[in-house]
Structure formats: structure tokens, C-alpha cells
């Protein structure tokens, strides 16, 4: 059991007073070209000037500026070329009254001469050099020690050396440097239900991702880390694995087997190797079950299973250890932008709780930083998120339209050209492939619903719906009116796509229609709420309920996913019987199909949107041949129609 939550903070705290203190691990003497992302852990003073002489500029001839005083077009001023001065080499010649060198860029001034005259303002004839304008002294020359002096502070204990430090180390003719040890880091994955990627996936099996996300990271953050592969989950295993690592590691790191069932053993493993456990269980969500125990100097840390509470902790609990064992502030200084949140969800409510989120910009150019309600175990929402936003634990909730702090996971930010957002459908990514989108778009999924209020906040470009009205039977048009958009929308027709029920190949359970579902032998898979093929099911289901809750009639009622990929998942791997999706997807899985009719997806643009690039490109797209033919050849059961691309709305 969780026998205490500490906070983060708490949690540093803790560590650091156990510790004695966090401090950089030592002192090590590199060559430079090794010094690349590690910390200085001395001040460096030039040993030379730099440049360590006069050199010119320019391509042209060192003179004395005294000898060309008034030199112009009219009354130009000849010169006696008596030598050159070539690159590497210390001049032979020197300059005398009415004299010149030919120079090259970079090469070493000659004795006498304090000025040298572009290649573009005179004329040479033989050893005659007629000048067209006068030199001021100094000009064009880069002088000795005019950059750095021998003997200053050029780069300070602490200092990141990056590629700028390095510029300047070899600049000086420093060929080693004295930097901090970089922490040595070992990671493992735990788990009977993990699989390395690359070998075959069975069912109830998982690749690991812990294992590789959390080792990059740390190697990100300049740590020398080492990722060992998965142990089994078993106490011998476990126990021999870290005790040999802690013999060549400053820190231990394992994911999974944290938290306070049967199982989970790891911070039995921390105690019984002698170590003491300082934290078990975090105010963090996601990465409550978090395990922290020190053994002498080195720490053991036992994140959670699930990826993204992996990361997280990472970003708030060993990161500022891993940053000042470097010799850096505690303080990992990710890029951060301000954004609105599109809706209100509750958050926080006595956890510090860090939420990935996508970034979208409005017209005015503000952004919109969206949610990604994907839960601790996402994969998604580590590749699909810009960055996080934080709610410390007194928050209840963020508000509609709150302004927010976006810390960034990269400072290469790219927001994207084209904004689609709306209903899940995998022939949005036809479209943008045959349009040469793929790169400079992005396609949030949030249901028909979801993209027409995305629409309405300004934040999509373009939105994706297939939701129909029961009163006239078509799809979508209706909208507008209900949204408050007739005046500043366009619909434009996409295109059909057949939709029916997926079963197992068989169809074991005799599934014909949608009174099927209210049998007590059938489980179904429904879709989220808001998404267009819940609406079409809520209104298929309406007049054989009546009256009667569909959640007390039908199994599996209650049961959402969000995609139609999910629906087929949920069917191939038992979990239901039956769920209402696309004939595509149906292939896709080697699954049964029982069509059941054909819907139409339309897209949504905004009036202020439609002259964007990116969106005449996607809509005259709709039109074309190629994507026609590339949209009923990679999906089955799609089928463009004759107004396909033209607008159908006002």
C-alpha cells in the first residue's frame, strides 16, 4: 500500500536531505571534441589572443593609409606593388612610402603597412597599383587580440559546453578541458507483458516503450545512459539485475512494478538491497506510483509502468537530479508559450497533474492548446503532443478559454499550415496524401461535435462531420443553424463510405441488424459520444427501445472508444461481439461485415479560412481523378460523388 503521498517538491526535498546534499559527481579531463554537452567545471582563461596577429580582411593590398589620403575616381594615387603576402606564411616583404603587398583574406599584415585597400578600388598594371579611394588606418585589418586577449575569462565554470563553446576552445588551442562527470544511468523495463519492438506481438502482450523513451531521454538531458532490457517479474530477477547495477551506476532507474498490488515489488527490491525507501507513492497525476530509495550516494528511482507517467516524472523528479549532478540548475528550462484552453475539464483536485496537450493557432494568432484526454498508458500522447500544461494540486478545474503556460517538449516548435479537426476517418489522410499535405497539416480527432465547436472557436481550419438530421435524413447541412454559423461557414461534400456492423469472420453470433444488440448473449463496442456514428446508432436504437435506457438494455452500451480502428480491436480480441464502423476497417481486420447503409462525410471550412493556401489545396483536391481513384483503391467501401470537392452549404 501507499503508505504516505509526497509531493514533488516533498519528494526533492526528501532526496536531497538523504543525500547529504545533490552535487556534480566529480571531475574528469576530456579532449574537446568529447566536451560536447558536458558542463565546465573550471573557468577557462585564453592562453593566446586570438587572432594571434594582424591579419586582413579582405582580398586587396596592405598600404599605408598615409600614402593614399585623397585618393578618388578624379584624382587617384599610384602605388609600387613590391610583394605578396600569402595565407599561412610570414611576409617577406614589408611596406615602405608609396608601397603595396598584394594580400590575401586572412593572411598576416606586413610590417609597415596599416590599412588594406579592397581588390574593387584599384587597378594593377604590372607592379603599378593606381588607387581609387583613400583607407582610414586599422581598416580592413583584423587586428591581434582585438577579439580575445591572452589571459581573459572567456567561458565560466558551469558553462554547457555546446558547439559555440567548442568553436571557442579550439579557436584558443585548447585540446582538453576539465568538465563534471556526467551521472551514469541504467535503465530496465519491468513486466511479464512486455515485448522488445522488432519481435512478434501476441495477444495480452505489449511492446516496451518505457525502456527506450526513458534511456533517450536521459541522454538528452547529458547523462551517460544505459538501457539493459526487460526483467522479468520476479523477485530474484529483479533483485540480481539492480545489484549488479548499482555496483557501475549513480542512479538506477526501472519502470513498472510500482505500485501497491500483489505484484508490484519493486520497492521490496530497493529495501532488501540495503536501500532505504524514502518515497512510495507521489501527488502526481499521471505518476503516482513512483518508488524512491538511496543505497550510500546512489539513487534508486521506480517509475510507473504506464509510458506516459514515465515521462513525466521524468521531467519533474530526475531530470533536476540528473541537471545539477552535471553541474546546471536544478530548473530544466523547457521552451514555453501562452495558449487558451478550447473547453473546460476538471484537473489537479489535490495532484500535480501534467497534461500534454496539441497547439493549434487561430487566425489572429493566438493558440489554442487542446487536450490530449489519453490516460497515463498513451503512446499517442507522447508522439501527438507539443508540450504539457501544469495543474498544481489546489486546482479544480481549467476553464473555457483560460489562459495557460505551454511548456514545450521541443524549442523547434512547428505549428502546422492546415488545421483539420473533427470526426476520426482515415480518408482525411488520402486526401492530404494525393494534395502533398502530409507534412504541413494536422488532424485532431475529437468527433463531428468536437469539430464543429472547434470550428466555431476559430481554432480549425477545416473540420471533418458526417452527423445526420432525422427530420430530413441529410447529413450535416443542418448544422450551421444549430451551431449559430450560418453566416460563416461552408460545407463542402466529401465524399461516402459504407458502414455497418463488424463481427468476427463467421458472424458466430448471427448478428442481422440492430435489434441484435438488445439481445442479452451480445456485447457491443459503441463510439464516444458526439462522434456521427453514435448519433446514427442513438437514432437507429430510439424506436426499439422505447423509452427503455439504452445502457440498462444493451451490453456493452457504455463501452466507448474513440476511432473505428478501436471498435475492430475491441472485436478481434474478444472484448465484444459486435460494433458499428466502417467497411474499411472491417478489411483492415480480417473482420465480418453487415452493412447496414452509407454516410456521408462532409467537410466544414470557415469563411475566413477558404483563400488559405493549404485549404483551396485540400478542396480542389476532393475534385481530382487521382484522389478518386486513390481513395475507393485504399479503402474499401469509400466512393466519391458527383459534387465531391463543391460547396453545399449556404
Given amino acids: 500500500m501507499f503508505h504516505k503521498l509526497v ?51 579582405v582580398d586587396g593590398y596592405a598600404i599605408r593609409s598615409f600614402d593614399v ?31 603595396a603587398v598584394e594580400i590575401a583574406t586572412g593572411a598576416m599584415i606586413p610590417r609597415g603597412a596599416d590599412s588594406v585597400v579592397m581588390e574593387e ?31 581573459d575569462y572567456v567561458l565560466r565554470a558551469g558553462t554547457l559546453i555546446t558547439s559555440r563553446e567548442i568553436a571557442v576552445l579550439a579557436g ?72 549488479d547495477a548499482l555496483e557501475k551506476s549513480d542512479i538506477v532507474i526501472t519502470t513498472g512494478s510500482t505500485s501497491a498490488g500483489y505484484g508490484d515489488m519493486i520497492y521490496k527490491v530497493f529495501r532488501d538491497l540495503g536501500a532505504e525507501l524514502i518515497v512510495h507513492g507521489l501527488k502526481a497525476r499521471p505518476g503516482k506510483p513512483t518508488a524512491i530509495a538511496v543505497k550510500d550516494r546512489k539513487i534508486l528511482f521506480g517509475l510507473p509502468g504506464f509510458p506516459l507517467s514515465a515521462m513525466m516524472n521524468m521531467y519533474t523528479i530526475v531530470a533536476p537530479v540528473i541537471m545539477i549532478m552535471r553541474g546546471l540548475e536544478p530548473n530544466v528550462e523547457l521552451p514555453k508559450v501562452k495558449a487558451r484552453i478550447p473547453f473546460r475539464f476538471p484537473a489537479g483536485r489535490g495532484f500535480m497533474e501534467l497534461i500534454p496537450v496539441q497547439l493549434v493557432q487561430n487566425i489572429d494568432g493566438s493558440l489554442s492548446a487542446y487536450p490530449l484526454m489519453t490516460g497515463s498508458g498513451s503512446v499517442a500522447g507522447i508522439g501527438l503532443s507539443d508540450g504539457f500544461i501544469a495543474a498544481e494540486e489546489n486546482r479544480e478545474y481549467f476553464d473555457e478559454n483560460e489562459e495557460v503556460t505551454v511548456n514545450l517538449f521541443s524549442p523547434s516548435l512547428r505549428i502546422p499550415e492546415l488545421n483539420i479537426i473533427g470526426s476520426n476517418c482515415p480518408g482525411i489522410e488520402v486526401v492530404l496524401r494525393v494534395a502533398g499535405l502530409t507534412k504541413s497539416s494536422r488532424v485532431i480527432s475529437v468527433g463531428s461535435m468536437g469539430g464543429w465547436i472547434a470550428i466555431k472557436r476559430g481554432d480549425a481550419d477545416i473540420a471533418g462531420t458526417h452527423i445526420l438530421d432525422e427530420n430530413t435524413m441529410q447529413y450535416n447541412v443542418h448544422m450551421p443553424k444549430i451551431m449559430g454559423l450560418e453566416n460563416e461557414v461552408y460545407i463542402y461534400r466529401g465524399y461516402a463510405r459504407r458502414i455497418g456492423f463488424l ?61 473505428h480502428t478501436a471498435v475492430a480491436t475491441a472485436i478481434v480480441q474478444g472484448r465484444a461481439d459486435v460494433g458499428l464502423s ?16 452509407e454516410e456521408i462525410y462532409d467537410f466544414v471550412v470557415r469563411k475566413d479560412r477558404i483563400n488559405k493556401l493549404s485549404v483551396r489545396t485540400f478542396l480542389e483536391t476532393l475534385k481530382s481523378p487521382e484522389f478518386s481513384e486513390a481513395l475507393s483503391r485504399t479503402l474499401p467501401g469509400y466512393r466519391t460523388l458527383p459534387e465531391s470537392g463543391k460547396a453545399v452549404y449556404p
Avoid at 605578396?84 to 616583404?93: R, Y
Avoid at 586599422?138 to 580575445?148: F, L, T, V
Avoid at 464516444?528 to 444493451?554: A, C, F, Q, W, Y
Fill in 7 to 57: 509531493s514533488v517538491n516533498e519528494a526533492l526535498k526528501l532526496l536531497e536531505e538523504k543525500l547529504g546534499g545533490i552535487r556534480p559527481l566529480g571531475v574528469i579531463e576530456v579532449p574537446l571534441l568529447e566536451s560536447l554537452n558536458k558542463v565546465l567545471a573550471e573557468d577557462i582563461q585564453a592562453p593566446i589572443d586570438y587572432p594571434p596577429f594582424d591579419r586582413s580582411m
Fill in 172 to 243: 584558443l588551442g585548447i585540446s582538453k578541458v576539465r568538465v563534471y562527470r556526467p551521472p551514469k544511468v541504467t535503465v530496465f523495463s519491468t513486466g511479464v507483458e512486455l515485448v522488445p519492438p522488432g519481435e512478434p506481438l501476441t495477444t495480452a502482450k505489449l511492446y516496451d516503450v518505457d525502456g527506450y523513451v526513458i534511456t533517450s531521454m536521459l541522454n538528452e538531458l547529458g547523462a551517460e545512459a544505459t538501457f539493459k532490457g526487460i526483467v522479468p517479474d520476479s523477485y530474484d530477477a529483479m533483485k540480481s539485475a539492480i545489484a
Fill in 69 to 99: 589620403a585623397g585618393a578618388s575616381d578624379v584624382t587617384p594615387v599610384q602605388l609600387k606593388i613590391v610583394g605578396k603576402a600569402s595565407i599561412g606564411s610570414v611576409p617577406e616583404n614589408h611596406v615602405g612610402p608609396s608601397e
Fill in 582 to 597: 466502417l467497411e474499411a476497417v472491417a478489411r483492415m481486420f480480417n473482420l465480418d461485415f453487415i452493412p447496414v447503409g
Fill in 121 to 151: 578600388y584599384v587597378v594593377r598594371k604590372g607592379d603599378t597599383l593606381t588607387v581609387y579611394r583613400p583607407t582610414a588606418p586599422g581598416e580592413n585589418i583584423n587586428q591581434a587580440g582585438s577579439d580575445i586577449s591572452a589571459g
Fill in 503 to 563: 463481427v468476427k469472420k463467421g458472424n458466430p453470433k448471427n448478428i442481422k441488424g440492430f435489434e441484435d444488440l438488445l439481445r442479452p448473449d451480445v456485447v457491443m463496442v459503441n463510439r464516444n459520444k458526439g462522434s456521427g456514428t453514435r448519433v446514427l446508432l442513438d437514432m437507429k436504437l430510439r424506436p426499439l427501445l422505447k423509452g427503455e435506457r439504452p445502457e440498462k438494455v444493451i451490453n456493452g452500451y457504455t463501452y466507448e472508444v474513440k476511432t
